[in-house]
């Protein structure tokens, strides 16, 4: 009873497709249209495989809720990203962060958003997971591809940047 209790607690995640915006606004129609059938799609119809529930934030994020026991299965969406973008010829990576261990939705919702710009900080393609009150794992990040400079990086950082000189 105590392993099925475990295996049950809720997981809040957000799914975000890295370089995604950049794309949208510079490609033609088609491109993004391949892209989207062959990324958010494919996202979406593993979430929904996987017995998630699945939501739009907007065109590059996806908020997600699931339980424990299913979120073992986030390293074949990391590959299976990876592999569509490299047959469309695409630097859109997958960034993904997962928050438990509370029964405050507020304090997981907090927990998923440092998550998730952690992830994105670290080069995108992986997922950082944590618990409350523990230490956060990483799954995936090993892209050979994915470059250091990315557009969604040189963001988060000048982001901290500006939020530092704001506060000073």
Do not use: C, P
Not at 3 to 9: M, P, V
Not at 135 to 158: D, L, P
């Amino acid at each position: 009873m105590r392993q099925q209790y475990l295996d049950n607690e809720i997981v809040i995640g957000l799914l975000q497709l890295d370089n995604y915006m950049e794309y949208q606004s510079y490609e033609n129609e088609e491109i993004m249209a391949q892209i989207n059938t062959h990324l958010r799609a494919a996202l979406v119809t593993w979430a929904k495989d996987n017995k998630m529930f699945v939501r739009r934030l907007r065109s590059d994020r996806f908020l997600v809720i699931l339980n424990k026991e299913i979120l073992t299965e986030v390293r074949t969406i990391l590959q299976l990203i990876k592999d569509e973008a490299n047959k469309l010829d695409v630097s859109i990576t997958l960034s993904m962060a997962f928050a438990y261990g509370s029964n405050d939705f507020t304090v997981l919702d907090d927990m998923v958003n440092e998550l998730i710009e952690l992830a994105q900080s670290r080069g995108g393609d992986q997922a950082a997971i944590r618990s409350s009150g523990g230490t956060v794992q990483f799954v995936g990040g090993n892209s050979e591809t994915s470059s250091t400079r990315s557009k969604v990086r040189v963001r988060i950082m000048a982001q901290s940047i500006q939020e530092a000189i704001m506060e000073s």
